[in-house]
């Protein structure tokens, strides 16, 4: 590959990395907190890309044209078959800046089992002020079975997340769990009974406001609880910016 | 989305040339990708489909800038380190230098796309392949952000950490030493001529960060799509079936981190959620996964060459399932 070509390509590659920072968007690929690695990476890719251009340009101007077409230019290596490799970043690229692939949900929510038995802490503060309390899926979830909801009982939660089909008729409340990539994504999930309309339809984002009440299920994958929630009222709502819990 | 992205395709496109280069290439398939959009999107049309290219772009968006540090670090051993550094600071006899080189890898926070740069560099500053093979297998399990991550994914099991920082470093250093005894030479793809002796200081560092992204960037590309492609085909019920079987849940948990390659950042949250399986096969996953999964391979055989990444890969699948059982045993 050549010099400039590879440049050419780190510029795409860098360009892109910055670009879904800045958008925002690369909170679906990976967690908030990599934001400053990730423009930290692309600065770097852009620079090395500008570096390798003003000297290719340089080289270009001061030796003579016939040498710098067909040798000069080309890298060092003579590993044609091995560098060729290098074009293939092209793909990620274009599918970041093409098709902006969204977040992983539903189908890995369905396919996977609920992800509690990750925080299985011991100790449950008291839930913050608040009526409703407005707290993740995965508090609730771990507050429901590993506290036995007691620091639930008598309060009232709000709980946002996209809605997967359930065992017995109940719809399931899901959100994923990031803790690096999407790659890691694994769902927890919560029950839905009380007043739930019927009709939703799967991947819905809702908002729900409800109560804990002494109810499970066994997650058909991987046999852990799946706590539920006495429904009081639930709103159709917007897929948030972020849709990872972490 | 606009074009803006690819614009500086342009002034490098209208240079003279006489036959079509490889610029020329990029800016043609930008082209046929924005005219085709609309087929390329119903071609994903699929939740699956949808969810492999998710998975596939944030396992590269996830792994680039490691990739990059890794890089850039790699290139700055090779511009400016001299070779006489890595021979103080390494024990002269290369048994010892195996596991210091493998505690030493402590000392970069990153996962395992950032180690194999910095290893290549290091055997190009003259260190012992042994010694490097030693660092990029340990690297990525045993520096603090992984160790830190590993004991916030299992709270109040501190053991679990220390197994995993044992087993790992045992491992790396057992396959250092393994080098020592089998290892040829030969195997190894040969040394980059001009990067590392007519060239030094800045020009050298450009190059070798140039180089090693688009290189390393490339192999990558392969892993996370196969990664990418077994995550989401692979049915997570399987493991259910052999959790119960002490001898079938170790090689499952072990063949697992291989196919999913998931950032050794991220994997004891992973493992920490598969609490149907043994503390001992969990801690294989921990690892197995850092050392050998599908795109730590494809990237070995893009810095070291494939004759040498189709002998080291299962060697090192298997010593790492070996010392993590035995470790597990004992500390678990």
């Known amino acids: 590959m050549r010099r400039d070509a590879q440049a050419v390509l780190l510029l795409l590659v860098g360009g892109t990395l910055l670009k879904i920072s800045l958008a925002g968007t690369y909170v679906r690929y990976v967690k908030a907190g990599q934001l400053p690695l990730l423009l930290a990476a692309g600065v770097v890719l852009v620079a090395v890309a500008v570096v390798t251009l003003i000297a290719e340009l340089r080289a270009r101007s001061t030796v003579d044209d016939h040498a710098v077409d067909d040798h000069a230019a080309d890298d060092h290596d003579h590993h044609h078959g091995e560098s060729r490799v290098g074009w293939l970043l092209v793909v990620p690229a274009l599918a970041l800046l093409l098709f902006a692939p969204p977040a992983v949900g539903a189908f890995q929510a369905n396919r996977n089992g609920t992800a509690l038995s990750a925080q299985a802490d011991t100790d449950y503060p008291p839930l913050p002020a608040g009526d409703p309390v407005t707290i993740s899926l995965l508090d609730y979830a771990g507050r429901a079975v590993f506290d036995h909801g007691n620091s639930l009982a008598g309060r009232t939660v709000r709980l946002t997340g996209f809605i997967i089909p359930g065992a017995g008729g109940h719809p399931y409340l899901a959100r994923m769990i990031v803790a690096c990539c999407a790659a890691d994504a694994r769902p927890v999930k919560v029950g839905l009974t009380g007043e739930v309309p019927v009709g939703l339809k799967q991947e819905q984002w809702v908002q729900v406001t409800g109560t804990w009440l002494d109810q499970a299920d066994h997650d058909a994958v991987n046999n852990e609880l799946i706590p539920y929630v006495a429904v009081s009222s639930l709103e159709e709502i917007a897929a948030p910016d972020n849709q990872y819990e972490s | ?332």
């Open chain 2, 1 to 332: 989305m606009t074009v803006v992205d690819v614009e500086p395709v342009e002034p490098v496109a209208k240079r003279r040339r006489r036959r079509l280069g490889s610029v020329e290439l990029l800016a043609a398939l930008v082209v046929v990708g924005l005219l085709g959009r609309g087929v390329l999107l119903g071609l994903f049309d699929s939740p699956r489909a949808q969810t492999l290219v998710t998975v596939f772009v944030s396992v590269m968006v996830q792994a680039l800038p490691f990739l990059v540090l890794g890089t850039v670090l790699s290139a700055a051993i090779t511009a400016f380190v001299p070779t006489r550094f890595f021979e103080r600071a390494l024990p002269r006899q290369a048994v010892a230098a195996v596991p210091v080189a493998g505690l030493a890898g402590a000392v970069l926070p990153a996962c395992e796309c950032g180690s194999v740069p910095v290893a290549g560099a290091l055997m190009r500053r003259g260190v012992a392949p042994a010694a490097a093979f030693a660092f990029l297998l340990a690297s990525p399990a045993i520096n603090p952000v992984v160790l830190v991550s590993t004991a916030v994914a299992f709270p109040g099991q501190p053991k679990m950490v220390l197994a995993r920082f044992v087993a790992s470093l045992l491992t790396a250093s057992v396959m250092g030493w393994l080098w020592l005894r089998l290892g040829r030479p030969g195997w190894l793809r040969p040394v980059r001529v001009t990067d590392s002796h007519t060239e030094r200081g800045w020009a050298a560092f450009w190059t070798s960060c140039r180089h090693d992204v688009v290189q390393a960037g490339g192999f990558l590309v392969i892993g996370a799509f196969a990664a990418a492609t077994l995550s989401v085909t692979v049915p997570p019920r399987w493991l259910e079936t052999v959790a119960a079987n002490p001898v079938l849940s170790v090689l499952a948990l072990a063949v697992l981190a291989v196919l999913l390659s998931i950032c050794s950042e991220a994997d004891a949250f992973v493992a920490a959620s598969l609490s149907q399986f043994s503390l001992t096969a969990r801690l294989a996953f921990l690892v197995v996964g850092p050392m050998v999964d599908l795109k730590l391979f494809a990237m070995q055989v893009g810095s070291f060459g494939s004759r040498f990444a189709v002998r080291f890969a299962p060697t090192t699948f298997v010593a790492a399932i070996g010392v993590a059982v035995a470790v597990g045993t004992v500390l678990l």
